[in-house]
C-alpha cells in the first residue's frame, strides 16, 4: 500500500485490527517510537508472545512494519497507511453530512 485510499476491504480490515484493545496500545506505543515486541511487553500488561501475535495481524493489515536493528526487530507504524485510513474515513463522513443535510432541507420545505 502506499498511502492512496485503501479499498473498502483493507479499510475493513484495519478497523477490525484497530478494534482490539491490545493491538490500539501497541500501536500507540509505536507512536512514540520504534520497539521490539519485548520491549513493548516491559511496557504493556501482556506477554511478549501475545504482543508478537497482536504485531503480526498489525503487520498483516499494514499498519506496521519490521525493521532490523542488528539482530534485534523492531516495529515501526507506518504512518501513510494511517493517514489514508483516516482520510477515507473523513470522506465517509462527509457524504453522510451531505445525506443528512438534503433530508433536512427536504423535511424542511415541505
Do not use: F
Not at 498511502?3 to 484497530?18: F, H, N, V
Not at 520491549?39 to 519490521?66: C, F, N, S, Y
Not at 501513510?80 to 443535510?101: C, F, K, V
Amino acid at each position: 500500500m502506499s498511502g492512496a485510499t485503501p479499498p473498502d476491504g483493507t479499510l475493513i480490515a484495519m478497523c477490525s485490527a484497530l478494534a482490539d484493545e491490545t493491538r490500539w496500545s501497541i500501536l500507540t506505543a509505536l507512536g512514540q517510537g520504534d520497539a521490539s515486541a519485548s520491549a513493548l511487553a516491559r511496557h504493556l500488561p501482556v506477554t511478549r508472545q501475545a504482543i508478537a501475535k497482536h504485531l503480526a495481524v498489525l503487520h498483516d493489515v499494514g499498519l506496521v512494519e519490521t525493521v532490523h536493528v542488528g539482530r534485534e526487530v523492531r516495529y515501526h507504524v507506518i504512518g501513510a497507511e494511517l493517514s489514508a485510513m483516516a482520510r477515507h474515513l473523513d470522506a465517509i463522513g462527509t457524504a453522510w453530512d451531505q445525506r443528512l443535510s438534503a433530508i433536512k432541507h427536504i423535511a424542511e420545505n415541505l
